[in-house]
C-alpha cells in the first residue's frame, strides 16, 4: 500500500516559508484497511470560512494538520511559491516563526476544514 501523502509548509533557517512532501508510512491492519501509526494531538477546530477569503502573510499559530473537506484553497510562501489544493487533502503546518505565508480561496463557495494542533 502506499504511504499518505501530506504537504508540510514549514520556515527555513531564514525564516522563509517553503514547501515539502511528507509521507506517512501504512500499515496492514487487517479488515479495516492499512494505519499509520498514531500521533498524540492537542486539539481539534472547525472551520468554515467565506468565500472570499484572502488572508495575507501570517504564520501557523501551532503545529497543526489542516483537512480540507471542500473547496479550493491557494497557500503562496514567503518566496513567492503557489501550490493549489483541493478537498480531501492534508497539509502539516509547522511554519509557526519566519515571514508566514498567504491562504486565500479559489472557488466561491464556504469552505470547510479541520484543524488538528500536535503536541509538542
Known amino acids: 500500500m502506499e504511504d499518505f501523502k501530506i504537504t508540510r509548509v514549514y520556515a ?3 525564516g522563509d516559508s517553503r514547501f515539502a512532501e511528507v509521507s506517512k508510512p501504512l500499515r496492514h491492519a487487517g479488515d479495516i484497511g492499512f494505519l499509520s501509526e ?22 501557523a499559530p501551532a503545529r497543526q494538520y489542516i483537512i480540507l473537506l471542500d473547496g479550493e484553497i491557494e497557500i503562496e510562501t514567503s518566496l513567492g511559491e503557489k ?7 492534508i497539509l502539516l503546518m509547522e ?9 486565500r ?16
Open 12 to 14: 527555513d533557517q531564514n
Open 38 to 59: 498514531p500521533e498524540q494531538v492537542e486539539t481539534i477546530s472547525f472551520r468554515k470560512v467565506v468565500p472570499g477569503y484572502d488572508y495575507d502573510f501570517h504564520t
Open 83 to 89: 501550490k493549489q489544493f483541493k478537498a480531501g487533502e
Open 95 to 103: 511554519d509557526t516563526t519566519g515571514k508566514g505565508h498567504k491562504t
Open 105 to 120: 480561496n479559489l472557488l466561491p463557495q464556504v469552505r470547510h476544514s479541520i484543524f488538528v494542533t500536535l503536541k509538542d
